[in-house]
């Protein structure tokens, strides 16, 4: 069976952690959820360029070939962790498998 790591908090935290797993040679299933209804982008410190439309908008975070290999849960939460089970319970009802479930988020 292929191994399933769940990440909850699709922000620069999570688009990190799911980095780093892909750097170090995790290859199996990886599920990114967030209640962000987008991907992970750069934010930037706020500045008044801006502020001004001098600097550019947001981008996204490692667009195209990181996320292509990751499920993309968006615009949902995470509300229950059920490690016995090995899931995650998200608010519309849904279970995300994860092996060795652990809350890497700080947000519930």
Known sequence: MRPHIAVVGASLGG???????????????????????????DR???????????EATPKHLEAGDLFDSVETRLNVRAVALRPADREIETDDG?????DNARWVSGAL
């Open 44 to 54: 930037p410190p706020l500045s008044k360029g801006f502020l001004t439309a001098e």
């Open 94 to 98: 849904d279970l995300a498998p994860g």
């Open 15 to 41: 688009s990190r952690t799911v980095r780093a797993l892909r750097r170090r040679g995790f290859d199996g299933h990886v599920t990114l959820i967030g209640a962000e209804p987008h991907l992970p982008y």
